[in-house]
């Protein structure tokens, strides 16, 4: 009976760690561009726009990739995160965007302003 159990238990231990193989992962501040086109979602004009925004700087984060990289918003950077791409090692979540959002929203607003200011005069 042990000698099943073990057997069972070392099963799936190594189904999970195959599992958890099948799932690499890319991370953006380290990847080459082919590296980069093999997340599925990121084609040659994305992975040079990562690139030429990560020469630059390093991302810190999600939402730092949000802010800096044209044509990567909140659902593109959940697509790219489910196939892979982590920034620092980390996958997206949805509250990953909010400070961008917010950083938005407040652009929106001053540009409102000062077309309203300019208006005005």
Do not use: C, H, Y
């Amino acid at each position: 009976m042990f000698k099943k159990l073990f057997l069972a238990v070392l099963a799936t231990l190594s189904m999970a760690l195959f599992s958890v193989a099948a799932l690499a992962t890319t991370d953006i501040n380290k990847a080459s561009q082919a590296q980069l086109e093999e997340v599925k979602g990121i084609g040659p004009a994305m992975s040079t726009r990562i690139l030429d925004e990560r020469k630059k700087s390093a991302f810190k984060n999600w939402d730092d990739v949000v802010e800096r990289v044209k044509g990567v918003g909140p659902g593109n950077a959940a697509k790219f995160s489910a196939n892979g791409l982590t920034v620092n090692g980390e996958a997206f979540t949805a509250s990953s965007t909010a400070t961008a959002k917010t950083k938005t929203e407040k652009t929106k607003v001053d540009r409102n302003s000062n077309k309203d200011a300019n208006a005005k005069s």
